[in-house]
């Protein structure tokens, strides 16, 4: 019996400290920008209908606007992160000139939802003039951050 106690208190301490492990890793990277993989080199796979022109293509279709830097939202209507993202990308539409933010419910949009790797909303991600996503957040994005990674692709962009 005393075996059984002991091992049902080292049992749920071992799942509590994994739960705690797994809740300070996800904090940690909740929101966070993180850089897409680079395009492919010049000539290897970068001509007419490679799955960069395919993604393009679907993110002009969303609204991404060429020219410009876009952040493209995923969101859906039971998402309360999503409000909180949507007010942090208002911002800094608002105070950066350049910067158009688009919303996508996830749910009316599963092709690019699939397309474009979206496991989670809130998703934001951020597109270059040359229609581009260069990086991404699951969760909310934290506002400095945000500005600070648009800054230098501002410098390509059309005002």
Do not use: I, K, N, Y
Not at 57 to 82: D, E, K, N, Y
């Amino acid at each position: 019996m005393r075996d059984q106690t002991l091992t049902g208190v080292l049992l749920v301490v071992g799942v509590l400290g994994l739960a705690t492990c797994f809740g300070w890793w996800r904090r940690r990277r909740d929101g966070r920008l993180r850089s897409v993989a680079p395009a492919p080199a010049a000539g290897a796979g970068t001509g007419p209908g490679t799955p960069q022109d395919a993604h393009r293509a679907l993110l002009a279709r969303l609204g991404a606007r060429s020219g410009a830097v876009t952040l493209v939202q995923f969101s859906s209507a039971v998402c309360a992160p999503c409000r909180a993202a949507r007010r942090v990308l208002q911002q800094v539409e608002a105070a950066v000139p350049g910067v158009v933010v688009v919303e996508v419910d996830a749910e009316q949009h599963l092709d690019a939802v699939r397309e474009l790797d979206v496991w989670r909303t809130p998703t934001v991600l951020v597109v270059d003039p040359a229609g581009r996503v260069v990086l991404r957040a699951s969760g909310v994005p934290v506002r400095d951050e945000l500005v600070a990674a648009v800054a230098p692709l501002l410098a390509g962009a059309d005002r």
